[in-house]
């Protein structure tokens, strides 16, 4: 049935995304690492306005630019998250090099 093949599609693509995501989070920890060390904030709305600028102006694929600034200002949301949630560890591990 085309319905179940288009479904099983779905899944695969559903998997690529998520490892994608967490791929990105791994990165924006790090990020967050650095940027404690450098004593910056979490949020850099020049850089969060500079990825959802990019991300509208894409023209490929049938996602309209609505959409796609929806999903990357979620994704930025989330990321933020990630990097609030490490910074205890981070700043942890800061100490502890410090010593």
């Given amino acids: 049935m085309q319905l179940e093949i288009c479904r ?3 899944d695969e693509i559903d998997k690529k995304i998520l490892a994608l ?3 990105r989070a791994e990165t924006v920890k790090r990020i967050g690492t650095l940027k404690a060390q450098a004593g910056l904030p ?3 709305r020049e850089r ?4 959802l600028g990019r991300v509208s102006g ?3 694929g049938c996602l309209p630019a609505d959409a796609r600034v ?3 200002r979620r994704i930025i949301r989330e990321s933020r998250q990630v990097q609030a949630e490490a910074l205890p560890e981070i700043l942890t ?3 502890e090099i410090g010593k």
């Fill in 8 to 10: 099983i599609e779905i």
């Fill in 21 to 23: 995501l967490n791929q």
């Fill in 42 to 44: 979490i949020v850099d």
């Fill in 48 to 51: 969060e306005e500079e990825i």
């Fill in 58 to 60: 894409d023209q490929d």
């Fill in 70 to 72: 929806r999903i990357f």
């Fill in 93 to 95: 591990k800061g100490a």
